[in-house]
C-alpha cells in the first residue's frame, strides 16, 4: 500500500512511518518543517520527506493519507485530500486497526513521565526476552528508534490524551484497547483543548472504560484526580503504585523506598515483601514512581519483578529526557523536554539531589499550547525554586508577558528576546562546576548542543 503521512515529523507520526515502512508499505510524507532528529531516522528508512504541506505532495495519489493532530481545515494539504475524495484515517485510528489487533497492548498514560515509562517499560520487556513492540513519544537509548513491530506479543505504546485528528476530537489512547494501562498522573494541560481537568478527566475515563475485565489497570495511588476517574466505574482489576512513606495511600500494593535522596538508589516493595533495591542512572521521586508503573505493567505481562529490577541497571532513558549533550569547560549541560510546571519542579529537584550546591541554571522555552497561552504562567516561578539562574526565552511573539515569572524569581531571573542572545548571556554567566539545564518541548533552535559545542 502506497501511503503518505501529513505532520510525519512529530514523533508520533515519524513512529507509525517507521511501523508502515517495517509492514512493507511504500511511505511518504510532509510536514511545515522536515526536521531532525525524526527526519534522519525517517530518511535512514528510505522514506520520501517533502517540506510544507502542498497538494502537488499528494499526487499521484496515495492509497491512503494519514492525517496527523498538527494539522487542520485551510491546511492546503487537507484541503485537497477533501476535495480530492482521497482516502484519509488518523494516525491513532491506523495504529488500532493496522498494528494492534492480537498484541497484548501495553498503554502508557499520563500529563508527565509517558515517554520516560514508555522506555522503560519496553526495555523491561526486551532485557528479559519478550521482544516487544513499540511506540513512544521520543527515541529511547536503549533501542536508538521511537517505534519498530517486535518479534513477540507485547507492543508498548505510549497513550497521549490530546485530540485524535481535526475530524476525530477524542484523545487518541482511545483507539488502542490496552489490556494493560498505566495511569501515571493527572493534571491540566493542554489548555487549547480542555476547557478544565473535569474534561481531561472524562477523557481518561473513556480509556478505563476500553480496558477488559481481565486486564490490568496501573494507577499512581497517590493522585486524587485519578482515583476520581476511577470513582466514575472501573471493571478491570487495579494495582496502585506509591513512594513509602507517611503519606502513603494503605492500599499501594507497588512501593518505593528511597535509599538515597536522589532516586538513584531504592528499594522496591511488593505487597509488603521486600523485593529487591533497584540502583539505575536516573534521578528524581518522578522517575522512580515511573520505574514502579513500568514494573508493574511488566509483571502483568508474565515478567517477575524479581527479573525487572537489574534491567534497569542498564537503562539509557530517552533522548531529551535530561539528556546530557555536554560536559566540556567542567559545565554539564542538559537537554530535557520540559512542558508542564510539575515536570519541571521534579526534574529541578532531582537535579539538586544528586549535585549539591552546585549552581544549576535553567534555559526556558515556552514552546507548549499551554506554555505559550500562559495557562501555567503563575506556577512557572514556584517550579523553578530549585534553580539559582533562569533565563526566559520571551519571543515577541508570546502572549503574556515573561515578567510575571521572572518577577516572582527575586533576581534569580531573566528574559532573552532570541535564542542567540539567550545564548550569549549565558556564555557571559557560566563557569566551571555549573549545571545548565535546557527546558522545552520544541526544538530551541538547537540550543542545547550550540551552548555546549561553545564551551569546548
Known sequence: MNLNILGICGTFMGGLAALARELGDVVAGSDQNVYPPMSDQLRALGIELQSGYRAEHLQPAPDLVLVGNATSRGNPAVEHVLNAGLRYVSGPQWLGECVLPGRRVLAVAGTHGKTTTSSLLAWILQACGQQPGFLVGGVPENFGVSARLGQGLPF???????????????????????????????????????????????????????????????????????AEVLAMGCWTTVERFAIADDAMPADALWQARLLVADGSRFELIRRGEQIGVVEWNLLGRHNVMNALAAIAAAEAVGVSAEQAIPTL?????????????????????????????????????????????????????????????????????????????????????????????????????????????LLDRLVAITHRGDHVVFMSNGGFENAPRRFAASRL
Open 313 to 421: 541497571t542498564e537503562f539509557l532513558s530517552a533522548k531529551r529526557r535530561m539528556e546530557i549533550v555536554g560536559q566540556d569547560g567542567g559545565i554539564n549541560t542538559y537537554d530535557d523536554f520540559a512542558h508542564h510546571p510539575t515536570a519541571i519542579a521534579t526534574t529541578l529537584a532531582g537535579l539538586r539531589a544528586r549535585v549539591g550546591n552546585a549552581r544549576i541554571i535553567v534555559a526556558m522555552e515556552p514552546r507548549s499550547n499551554s506554555m505559550r497561552l500562559g495557562a501555567h504562567a503563575a506556577e512557572l516561578a514556584p517550579s523553578l525554586h530549585a534553580a539559582d539562574h533562569v533565563i526566559f526565552l520571551q519571543r515577541p511573539e508570546l502572549a503574556w508577558d515573561a515578567a510575571k515569572v521572572t518577577d516572582a524569581l527575586a533576581g534569580r531571573g531573566e528574559t532573552a528576546a532570541t535564542v542567540d542572545a
Open 156 to 226: 508498548v505504546v505510549e497513550a497521549d490524551e490530546y485530540d485524535t485528528a481535526f475530524f476525530d476530537k477524542r484523545s487518541k489512547f482511545v483507539h488502542y484497547r490496552p489490556e494493560v494501562a498505566i495511569l501515571n498522573n493527572l493534571e491540566y494541560d493542554h489548555a487549547d483543548i480542555f476547557e478544565n481537568v473535569a474534561a481531561i478527566q472524562k477523557q481518561f475515563h473513556h480509556l478505563v472504560r476500553t480496558v477488559p475485565g481481565n486486564g490490568r489497570l496501573i494507577v499512581n495511588g497517590e493522585d486524587a484526580r485519578l
